[in-house]
């Protein structure tokens, strides 16, 4: 354990440390079987965005978390089961004595449980940001496996780069050559259970994902996303109508492709630029004040 004295240096040498935590966005999502253990096998083409939560972590003489963001007062109920701390706890079992005790602010600007990877890019942010406060290093297939215990989707937000992830999501490869997206976020706030659209998959073994290996500029990815689907979306639309709506809405006001990311309830437009994006996002904002729209832009895999 370390002396007061110790702690206080360190402490002293240490300034508030900020992790952004990007929305995660399944450009395809293609669900090709099922392990007898339950969990679905997909293969799916995935991005990052610009806008996301944020959080903030700094040495503090005990424990602390703290929500704000027009999101926070939603995973509020969460009942204390917040991904962040779970993954601080794990962090800090795996770290030992230097895990001094912390400060996190947890700036929640993403709707919950929407299909984006919320909570999961909360949780890679946790570990990225803890690891750097308590200046210390996990090798990276130990760092990969505390991801994994948090779920699924950790890995993936860890990299928060474009990547194919495969199996249930662990085996992920880097996609370099896709180009940053100028895109809207578009959630009706209408929850959809995951649970209930994967059981009304109609098909659970779907062909694979398959992307041609010259893929060069926006227009080639354009069509190769166009070509690609996700299949939880069509089960999804039976629980939440609002889901057609919503992409009607984002093709009405310019979006060059639609789709739903995840399991719902988000949808996502590409357009032909930000500052189209930004324009239908305003205008999509002014038409439903109650639903949420965001203009963003995708990380490069090349960043």
């Not at 600007?109 to 949780?123: F, H, K, M, R, Y």
């Not at 690891?131 to 210390?136: A, S």
């Not at 890995?155 to 085996?171: D, N």
Request: aromatic share 6%; proline share 7%; with cysteine.
């Amino acid at each position: 354990m370390m002396s007061s004295e110790n702690r206080s240096d360190f402490s002293a040498s240490c300034s508030s440390i900020s992790e952004e935590a990007r929305a995660k966005i399944n450009l395809a999502l293609h669900v090709t079987g099922q392990r007898p253990d339950g969990y679905h096998l997909l293969d799916m083409l995935v991005t990052f965005t610009d806008h996301g939560d944020r959080l903030d972590f700094m040495p503090w003489p005990t424990d602390e978390f703290t929500l704000s963001g027009r999101f926070g007062e939603t995973l509020a109920g969460d009942g204390g089961t917040n991904l962040v701390l779970k993954a601080r706890d794990l962090l800090r079992e795996a770290i030992g004595p230097l895990a001094f005790p912390v400060r996190i602010q947890l700036e929640k600007n993403l709707p919950v449980a929407s299909g984006i990877g919320g909570g999961s890019a909360d949780a890679a942010a946790t570990l990225r940001g803890l690891t750097r406060l308590w200046g210390t290093s996990l090798p990276e297939e130990a760092l990969a496996a505390l991801a994994l215990k948090l779920g699924a989707d950790v890995p993936m937000c860890l990299a928060s780069r474009p990547l194919i992830a495969r199996g249930i999501g662990e085996k992920i490869e880097p996609v370099p050559e896709l180009p940053a997206l100028a895109m809207v976020l578009a959630n009706p706030l209408k929850g959809v259970s995951t649970p209930e659209v994967f059981r009304r998959l109609a098909t659970k073994s779907n062909p694979t994902l398959r992307l041609a290996p010259s893929l060069r500029g926006t227009a080639d990815w354009l069509a190769a996303i166009g070509a690609a689907r996700n299949d939880l979306e069509p089960p999804a639309r039976e629980l939440v109508p609002e889901i057609a709506v919503i992409s009607a809405m984002l093709r009405a006001h310019g979006a060059l492709l639609t789709r739903m990311s995840g399991s719902g309830a988000t949808c996502f437009g590409i357009f032909a630029t930000m500052a189209a994006a930004e324009d239908a996002a305003a205008a999509l904002h002014d038409a439903r004040p109650d639903w949420y729209f965001q203009a963003t832009e995708t990380v490069s895999g090349g960043e």
